[in-house]
């Protein structure tokens, strides 16, 4: 079976350009999340989707994240303006609901220069 | 307070020893456990789910104390290749919960 599938690995963009991350979940899953990976704050939930609805934004930083889901195989996270202080790891998972087990993508390195 | 606290460690130890790791949670309504792997430079990985009668997978044993509200992993017989981050995760509802992660390393 495919994982959840992530793109681009890595991304590289200078301050105050868009940057849109893809993930593509487990087929069957309901459940999507997008989370933010730094030395200094470790893993952050930015927002999370069940069956294609937005349940809960409150760790999306700021109006320049915003995230998407149109249909229950990809989902977008898009950053604009990006800033040096986005530069991070970003992480897609996937589970079934009810608190089954959640799978990571392989994560997107941003670096904002 | 905190969802999930972990010891952030690092715990270094040497090849053949055996190490335990420790989790507390906050929300007693929390429904379901958990200990993720995670290597430098990679996503989290599931290591294995804890259940309240403990479960053992080779080296490795999870407990849950309900009542503490507490989560433990044991490694026997520590590897080389066990030298990681562990993440303690706990689920409530559909939300997700980790604990920063606890850094080991094993020593040859």
């Known amino acids: 079976d495919a994982g959840v599938i992530q793109s681009p690995r890595h991304e590289v963009t200078e301050m105050g350009q868009e940057v849109t991350l893809r993930c593509k979940p487990i087929?069957?899953?309901?459940?999507l999340f997008w989370y933010r990976q730094t030395m200094m704050r470790g893993l952050e939930l930015l927002i999370y989707f069940n069956n294609n609805v937005p349940i809960d934004d409150s760790g999306m930083p700021e109006d320049r994240f915003s995230a998407k889901m149109p249909n229950a195989s990809f989902s977008t996270l898009k950053i604009q303006p990006s800033e040096p202080r986005d530069s991070a790891v970003y992480f897609c998972?996937?589970?079934?609901?009810?608190?089954?087990?959640?799978?990571f993508g392989s994560g997107t390195q941003l670096s904002v220069l | 307070r905190k969802e999930v606290e972990q010891d952030p460690g690092p715990f270094n130890v040497p090849e053949g020893a055996t190490v335990a790791f420790n989790c507390t949670y906050s929300?007693?309504?929390?429904?379901?456990f958990f200990w993720y792997r995670q290597d430098c430079r990679k996503e989290p990985k599931l290591l294995m789910s804890?259940?309240?009668s403990g479960n053992e997978d080779g080296r490795f044993t999870a407990q849950l104390n309900r009542a503490s509200q507490y989560i433990s992993l044991l490694i026997r017989d520590s590897k080389l290749s066990d030298s990681a981050t562990y993440l303690c995760v706990v689920n409530r509802g559909n939300q997700f919960y980790f604990g920063t992660g606890t850094s080991l390393t094993v020593i040859p």
């Open positions: 804890v259940y309240s």
């Open positions: 998972a996937s589970s079934l609901s009810g608190g089954e087990k959640l799978f």
């Open positions: 929300n007693s309504a929390s429904q379901s």
């Open positions: 087929s069957g899953h309901n459940s």
